[in-house]
């Protein structure tokens, strides 16, 4: 007879068994998209509508035609308009939004920072302000966990990335990235009913302020790094920073596209990793015997391995319980695409001007797709058992071209931060601990992550 305790099955609305009207889907889209999808976002392997808001949508499920969308012809796919309505404000021309030679420069200016040997490099730096962020917790606390790995996750980034020197105060900027993507990381109901650019959107107006700061610090931060640079050109580490202040000229980036590269990897490049570590560790806690299996593994790991850039191989139960907390919570829920010219996919026909809707949401826990989907099982992605998912089945960091740049360093990262933080303590639901899933510019925990901290 099996034993084994039942699957652990996380928060996350059920699927609609209905569509909801103009004004409902309005008023969802703006307070929480992922209500929206109903059962055959779940079971079909795409959906057309030929007519409706916002004009022609495909949701795109199969992942033969994902691949082709983003892989096989995704020259005929360019960022979707509302899409960029909501972060091009945000990001302006920054990596996750720039489009054509803009982003080709950006990504060629960025390329070698993140190879594996400047990656492997920061494998230290990542160990040393994880360490250090674990020395805050008193034994027996109640915490936020998911403020918690925001301020990790940016000192983190602030160390490695731009070697410490991020203009501002941690506590703040966590704080301000809260309010901008609550005000202005969302759909506005204008951008559904495509309404004209001019007409302004008050969700981006209650975060103008917000923007402002982050705009300062980007300023002060770059102001910080060129003063070093006439000083002691020798002495400057080649980190991000320098490297995009070096790629300024005729040829390369403006002065403006440094800036909203900065904005993003200070903003959405810590954001995505910080959700996907406060879920992962509200689902070990849920699922303690998936706790006890990482436990023990990073404390083998961690008291015979010192060098952290292996800690990735040799922990497999560790990240199999992370990249399973980022298929039940994509930190991106949705890629959104736009068709340039008409195309075909089997008997589907896509039009041109069609908006192409990718749901990592949806996609991670389609019926068709995997096994239990809505269940918290890391066993999935544990090396034995990767070969029976599809490249184009589950999408934390995207796919194609457009990948995420920084997915490699993300893994790192997540891997020494729940190797440090869960050699030392336990982190426990408390009855406050009622987290929903709500998607903004990240799949965030509405509420937050209440969670005790004991010494193990």
């Known amino acids: 007879m099996d034993t084994s305790p039942a699957p652990f099955v996380p928060p996350a609305p059920k699927p609609r068994s209905s569509p909801p009207s103009t004004l409902q889907m309005i008023r969802i889209v703006y307070r929480n998209p992922l209500e929206l999808w109903g059962e055959p976002s ?58 054509g030679e803009v982003w080709k420069r950006s990504r060629k200016a960025m390329a070698p920072v993140f190879t594996p040997r400047h990656i492997h490099g920061f494998a230290g730096p990542m160990l040393e302000r994880s360490r250090l962020f674990a020395e805050r917790y008193e034994d027996g606390a109640t915490v936020d966990v998911a ?42 109901p204008l951008d559904l009913l495509g309404a004209p650019d001019w007409l302004p959107r008050i969700t981006r107006l209650r975060g103008r302020k917000t923007m402002a700061f982050f705009r300062q610090i980007v300023a002060d931060t ?19 920073l320098t490297l995009l202040l070096k790629a300024e000229g005729p040829d390369g980036l403006g002065a403006d596209e440094i800036k909203d590269n900065i904005i993003t990897f200070i903003g959405a490049g810590h954001e995505t990793t910080a959700r996907a570590l406060g879920w992962t560790l509200y689902c070990l806690a849920e699922a303690p015997w998936e706790r006890d299996r990482v436990e023990a593994e990073i404390d083998a790991v961690t008291a015979g391995e010192p060098d952290p850039v292996k800690w990735l191989e040799k922990m497999p139960a560790t990240r199999a319980a992370f990249e399973e907390a980022m298929r039940l919570y994509p930190p991106a829920a949705s890629i959104s695409r736009e068709a340039v010219e008409e195309d075909r996919f089997e008997d589907l026909r896509i039009v041109k001007g069609a908006q192409i809707q990718v749901m990592p949401w949806t996609v991670h826990r389609h019926r068709k797709l995997w096994d239990n989907p809505e269940a918290f099982m890391p066993a999935r992605f544990l090396p034995e058992n990767r070969d029976r998912i599809d490249r184009f089945q589950y999408l934390p960091f995207g796919a194609g071209p457009r990948v995420c740049i920084g997915a490699s360093f993300a893994m790192q990262e997540a891997v020494i931060a729940l190797g440090v933080l869960l050699s030392r303590y336990r982190f426990d639901t408390v009855a406050e601990t009622k987290p929903w899933p709500v998607q903004k510019l990240t799949t965030q925990p509405e509420g937050g992550l209440p969670m005790r901290v004991s010494r193990r």
Not at 54 to 75: C, T, Y
Not at 224 to 239: E, I, Q, S
């Open 222 to 240: 770059m102001a910080m790094r060129k003063d070093r640079l006439r000083a002691d050109p020798d002495g400057v580490p080649n980190d991000f």
């Open 147 to 188: 403020r918690d790995m925001t301020m990790l996750t940016y000192d983190i980034l602030a160390e490695t990335l731009f070697s410490g020197e991020i203009a501002g105060e941690a506590g703040s900027f966590a704080k301000q990235v809260d309010h901008l993507f609550e005000t202005m990381g969302r759909v506005d």
């Open 42 to 99: 779940y079971n079909e392997k795409w959906i057309s509508i030929t007519t409706g808001i916002g004009g022609p949508l495909v949701i795109a499920n199969d992942p033969r035609l994902i691949k082709r969308v983003l892989v096989d012809n995704a020259k005929n796919y360019k960022m979707a308009r509302v899409r960029q309505k909501i972060l091009r404000p945000i990001l302006r021309d920054g990596l996750l939004t720039a489009e």
